[in-house]
């Protein structure tokens, strides 16, 4: 029988790339493997960029993470790198600590994965479609904030992390991808 996951997702509400680069990395993947995903999301509101805004809407992630656990997600991707890495080196291990217990205090306990590896230009810059083509052109692996999180929800799942689209990260090329081998998109 085929085992359909839930795939939660903690995304700025100005967001839309990674809900729909995320998605389109797994049906493609749904298109060679047996597994099936639905998604699910819950935003922080954020209108500006600044340091202030992106501390009020971190805090908002705590609500998102217990949302999310009342949908029982299997794993809860955390979906704006900004906030990680403005709020300091190592901040993605206790936001990923703090969200998976309000998800286990909620009855509900699903791992917690970002990008926090990913340097990116801009999380809400779309990159899926041009991915393999510029990877192609340089011959080098090409990460996007995407992939890097799909690949992180899918390891998290006890899945194998790949799908079609989505460069060698996940074109099955590396067991264990090295970050600082690739190029950002």
Same mark, same amino acid.
């Given at each position: 029988?085929?085992?359909? %996951?839930?795939?939660?997702?903690?995304?700025? /509400?100005?967001?839309?790339?990674?809900?729909?680069?995320?998605? *389109?990395?797994? #049906?493609? #993947?749904?298109?060679?493997?047996?597994?099936?995903?639905?998604?699910?999301? +819950?935003?922080?509101?954020? !209108?500006?960029?600044?340091?202030?805004?992106?501390? +009020?809407?971190? *805090?908002?992630? $705590?609500?998102?993470?217990?949302?999310?656990?009342? +949908? #029982?997600?299997?794993?809860?991707? %955390?979906?704006?790198?900004?906030?990680?890495? /403005?709020?300091?080196?190592? %901040?993605? #291990?206790?936001?990923?600590?703090?969200?998976?217990?309000?998800?286990? $205090?909620?009855?509900?306990?699903?791992?917690?994965?970002?990008? *926090?590896?990913?340097?990116?230009?801009?999380?809400?810059?779309?990159?899926?479609?041009?991915?393999?083509?510029?990877?192609?052109?340089?011959?080098?692996?090409?990460?996007?904030?995407?992939?890097?999180? !799909?690949?992180?929800?899918?390891?998290?799942?006890?899945?194998?992390?790949?799908?079609?689209?989505?460069? +060698?990260?996940?074109?099955?090329? %590396?067991?264990?991808? $090295?970050?600082?081998?690739?190029?950002?998109?």
């Amino acid at each position: 029988m085929t085992r359909t %996951y839930r795939i939660g997702q903690i995304v700025p /509400s100005s967001n839309v790339t990674m809900e729909t680069e995320i998605p *389109a990395l797994l #049906r493609a #993947r749904e298109t060679v493997l047996p597994e099936r995903f639905t998604f699910h999301s +819950a935003r922080m509101r954020m !209108t500006r960029v600044t340091a202030e805004e992106l501390a +009020a809407m971190d *805090a908002e992630s $705590d609500r998102c993470a217990v949302e999310l656990s009342d +949908a #029982r997600v299997d794993v809860l991707g %955390y979906a704006c790198l900004v906030a990680i890495m /403005s709020a300091g080196p190592g %901040y993605h #291990r206790n936001a990923q600590q703090r969200l998976h217990g309000r998800t286990a $205090d909620n009855g509900a306990p699903a791992p917690v994965v970002t990008s *926090a590896v990913v340097l990116s230009a801009c999380v809400q810059m779309p990159s899926l479609d041009v991915l393999d083509e510029v990877q192609d052109a340089l011959g080098k692996p090409v990460l996007s904030a995407a992939v890097a999180t !799909t690949h992180r929800m899918l390891r998290a799942l006890g899945l194998p992390a790949e799908a079609p689209r989505g460069g +060698a990260l996940l074109g099955g090329a %590396y067991a264990l991808a $090295d970050p600082a081998e690739a190029v950002v998109a």
